[in-house]
């Protein structure tokens, strides 16, 4: 019983200690509006534009890990991969289980050709998570990185049996599209659906059913 109240003073201290570094880091609304300004400049492919707007942010907010993670990515397609690298290893450093970092440092390791250490942390992920085709191609690239023809068409048939679930989300929106009297965007939306398919696939199928029917009521041929 002595001994229960000796350690009740310390696990307090310890679980307010714990407080700063497990609770959730919210940014601003302003830092958001200017988040999704770089997000923009980001998607118009004017990295220049998008690198100063994320400068200005982390600047104020350190803290704002989607902002440090998308000038990770503008570093990358700069050809800067140490600045890169040294970006996704603090976001990794700070945040264990950020897959999408980890993915680009992969990336980075690969850009620098640094085959060994992008192989053992891609295989480390995979280990955990077996069903994300971005990893199996990833694990397939290095694999033909290193002549290793054989596995590496193991793993892009492996990552290749994940299109027709992607295909099915494609089919779903464009469905959504049509609901809503959107005929043009479930028309592209179904395009990519049959594009990604596999041939003979179900949701192929379905895909090619929906788009006659909305070329049928818009009276193309």
């Known amino acids: 019983m002595e001994n229960r109240c000796r350690l009740l003073p310390r696990i307090s201290f310890l679980l307010f200690a714990c407080l700063p570094a497990c609770t959730p880091h919210h940014p601003s609304s302003d830092m958001i509006s200017q988040y999704l300004s770089a997000k923009d400049a980001y998607a118009a492919g004017d990295l220049e534009e998008t690198e100063q707007r994320l400068g200005a942010i982390l600047a104020k907010d350190r803290g704002f890990h989607q902002a440090r993670f998308l000038l990770g990515k503008v570093y990358y397609f700069q050809d800067r991969t140490a600045d890169a690298r040294r970006v996704f290893t603090s976001l990794l450093r700070g945040h264990r289980g950020y897959n999408e970092a980890e993915i680009w440092l992969v990336r980075v390791l690969m850009q620098e050709g640094a085959t060994d250490q992008a192989k053992k942390r891609v295989e480390d992920l995979i280990a955990f998570d077996a069903a994300d085709p971005r990893l199996l191609f990833l694990r397939g690239s290095l694999a033909l990185e290193e002549s290793d023809l054989k596995n590496a068409l193991e793993f892009f048939e492996r990552a290749a049996q994940f299109g027709d679930e992607?295909?099915?989300?494609?089919?779903?929106?464009?469905?959504?599209?049509?609901?809503?009297?959107?005929?043009?965007?479930a028309m592209e939306e179904l395009a990519l659906c049959r594009t990604i398919a596999s041939e003979g696939s179900m949701v192929g199928e379905a895909a090619g059913t929906l788009l006659d029917s909305v070329r049928k009521e818009r009276g193309e041929q």
Do not use: K, T, V, W
Request: charged letters at 30%; proline letters at 5%.
């Open 166 to 185: 992607l295909a099915r989300a494609h089919l779903e929106m464009a469905r959504l599209y049509y609901q809503f009297d959107l005929p043009e965007r």
